[in-house]
C-alpha cells in the first residue's frame, strides 16, 4: 500500500521561511510528476508547483521566484522551500503523486496536508 507522509508544516513570520516534506512509502511502484497543492480557508485547492521525474519544474505566478520544488528519487521525496513567506501563503499544503504499483494502474495519491501559518 502505497502512502504520501507530509512533514515541515508550521508557523512563520512574513518573510520567514519553511521547508515542507513528503515522502512516498511503500514498495513496488514507480512515480512520475510529483507536486504541491495548497487550500486555504474558504478557497478552492490550487496547485502551486509541480516536479517531473527528469526534474523539470513548473510553478504558479503567486510562488514563483519565492518557492523551489525538489526531489530525491532514490528517496521517493518531494520538497518545497518555501522562502519570503507571505501572509497570504497560510493554508493547508497537500502533496500529490502520480504512481503506478508494479502490476497495478496509474493513479494520483494524496499527502494528508500539513498546515502553514505565515503571521505579519
Known amino acids: 500500500q502505497v502512502q504520501l507522509v507530509e512533514s515541515g508544516g508550521g508557523l512563520a513570520q512574513s518573510g520567514g521561511s519553511l521547508r515542507l516534506s513528503c515522502a512516498a512509502s511503500g514498495s513496488n511502484f514507480s512515480i512520475g510528476t510529483m507536486g504541491w497543492y495548497r487550500q486555504a480557508p474558504g478557497k478552492e485547492r490550487e496547485s502551486i508547483a509541480a516536479?517531473?521525474?527528469?526534474?523539470?519544474?513548473n510553478y504558479a505566478d503567486s510562488v514563483k521566484g519565492r518557492f523551489t520544488i525538489s526531489r530525491d528519487n532514490a528517496k521517493n521525496t518531494v520538497y518545497l522551500q518555501m522562502n519570503s513567506l507571505k501572509p497570504e501563503d497560510t493554508a493547508v499544503y497537500y502533496c500529490?503523486?502520480?504512481?503506478?504499483?508494479?502490476?497495478?494502474?496509474?493513479?494520483?495519491?494524496w499527502g494528508q496536508g500539513t498546515q502553514v501559518t505565515v503571521s505579519s
Open positions: 500529490n503523486a502520480d504512481i503506478v504499483p508494479t502490476g497495478g494502474t496509474f493513479r494520483k495519491y
Open positions: 516536479i517531473t521525474g527528469g526534474a523539470r519544474s
